[in-house]
C-alpha cells in the first residue's frame, strides 16, 4: 500500500455473498445427526468447519440451524438472500476507504448478518492494529445499523456512523409510532402526543424488578388512567389498556445515527459507498469470481485475499504516478 495514499476520514465496510463449491444433492438435512469426527478423518474442509464451531464468525454466529449442511463443505451457508434459488455461500467482506476506493482490509465469513457485522468489527480492530488508521466515519447500509453495532462503534471507537438504524418501530396499522412520542433525557421519560408521561415504573413492587430485560430493552409504560380517559386511545393503544414503547439501552447511539442522516455529509458518505459495490461487480464479473474452487474457511479466505489483492493492484496501478522515462 502505497504511504498517504489511504487516510482514516472515512470507510465503508459491505458483504456479498459468494457460491460455495457444494451443492445440495451431497447435502443432509440441518436437524440431521452426522458424525462429523468421522468425516475429519479424510477431509479437511471438515476438520475446518470443526475448529471454527465456536468463533463468533462461523459456528458462534447464530444459534439457528441452517435448512441444509453440506457434507463437502459444511462451514458453507445455505441462503436464499437473492430472492432466488438458495444456495451455499460464503461472505466476502470488504472494509474500503472512501477516497480511493482501495480495499484495506478483506474477511471471510458465514452468509448471514450477524456473521458479517462480526466481520466488520474484526477488519476495522485489525486495521488499526497493523496499519494505524482510524477512520473518523464509517459508512454502511441497514445490516450494520444495529443498537449494539452502533453502540460500539460511537462509544467504544469514537467512529461516526453514517449508517441507516435498524428499526422496526414503524406500525403500519394507523396507530401512533414511536417517533410520534417525545423522549425527555432529563427526566428519562417519553411525552406522548397530548402531553402524558410514559415512565420504566407506574407503580412500586414488593420485590424490586429489573429495568432491562434480557434482549437489552426498557420498557416505558403509561398510565392505564390516563390512557382510558384519553380521546386518542384508539389511534394509540386500542387493543391494550395502556401504552407501551421499548427502548434499547443503545438508544443513544441510534438517536446519533438518526442526527447524522440528517447531514450533507451523511449523503455525501451514501453516495461515496457505492463504491464498494462496484468493487463487487468487478470481482463477480470480471475476475469471475461467482463460485469459489477452494472449500473450508481457509480455502474461502485465501480465494477472497487473492481476489482483493488483484484487485488492489490495478487500482494502485492507475493511482500511482508512473516514473518519466529516462532518455537513452
Not at 457485522?117 to 476495522?124: D, H, L, P, Q
Not at 494505524?132 to 461516526?160: K, N, S
Not at 443503545?250 to 451523511?266: F, L, P, Q, S, V
Request: proline content about 5%; aromatic content about 8%; hydrophobic content about 40%.
Amino acid at each position: 500500500m502505497a504511504e498517504g495514499l489511504v487516510g482514516g476520514e472515512g470507510f465503508a465496510a459491505d458483504a456479498s455473498l459468494i457460491k460455495a463449491d457444494a451443492n445440495k444433492q451431497r447435502s443432509v438435512e440441518g436437524a440431521e445427526e452426522v458424525d462429523w469426527e468421522a468425516m475429519a478423518a479424510t477431509r479437511r474442509s471438515v476438520r475446518e468447519y470443526l475448529d471454527t464451531l465456536d468463533e463468533v464468525a462461523w459456528g458462534a454466529a447464530s444459534e439457528v440451524r441452517p435448512k441444509f449442511v453440506s457434507k463437502s463443505d459444511p462451514a458453507a451457508q445455505w441462503t436464499g438472500a437473492l430472492k432466488g434459488h438458495a444456495f451455499f455461500a460464503y461472505a466476502a467482506n470488504y472494509l474500503i476507504d472512501l477516497d480511493h476506493a482501495v480495499i484495506v482490509d478483506v474477511e471471510a465469513s458465514r452468509a448471514i448478518r450477524q456473521a458479517e457485522v462480526g466481520a466488520a468489527r474484526t477488519m476495522i480492530n485489525r486495521v488499526q492494529d497493523r496499519f494505524d488508521l482510524y477512520p473518523e466515519r464509517l459508512a454502511a447500509d441497514t445490516a450494520y445499523g444495529t443498537a449494539e453495532m452502533l453502540h460500539w462503534l460511537v462509544h467504544e471507537q469514537g467512529i461516526e456512523p453514517h449508517i441507516p438504524v435498524f428499526d422496526k418501530s414503524q406500525r403500519s396499522d394507523g396507530t401512533f409510532s414511536r417517533d410520534d412520542f417525545t423522549y425527555d433525557y432529563k427526566r428519562d421519560c417519553y411525552i406522548c402526543p397530548v402531553g402524558k408521561e410514559l415512565r420504566q415504573r407506574q407503580k412500586i413492587y414488593r420485590v424490586p424488578r429489573p429495568f432491562v430485560d434480557a434482549d437489552g430493552m426498557m420498557r416505558y409504560r403509561a398510565s392505564k388512567l390516563d390512557c382510558q380517559a384519553c380521546a386518542l386511545k384508539p389511534r394509540c393503544c386500542p387493543n391494550a389498556p395502556a401504552r407501551k414503547i421499548p427502548r434499547s439501552i443503545h438508544e443513544g447511539a441510534r438517536d446519533m445515527a438518526r442526527d447524522i442522516a440528517k447531514t450533507e455529509a451523511y449523503v455525501t458518505s451514501r453516495r461515496a459507498r457505492k463504491k464498494i459495490e462496484r468493487l463487487f461487480a468487478h470481482l463477480k464479473r470480471i475476475l469471475k469470481l461467482d463460485r469459489l474452487r477452494l472449500r473450508g474457511p481457509n480455502g474461502a479466505r485465501d480465494e477472497f485475499h487473492l481476489a482483493a489483492t488483484a484487485q488492489n493492484l490495478r487500482k494502485l496501478a492507475k493511482l500511482i504516478p508512473m516514473p518519466e522515462p529516462s532518455p537513452a
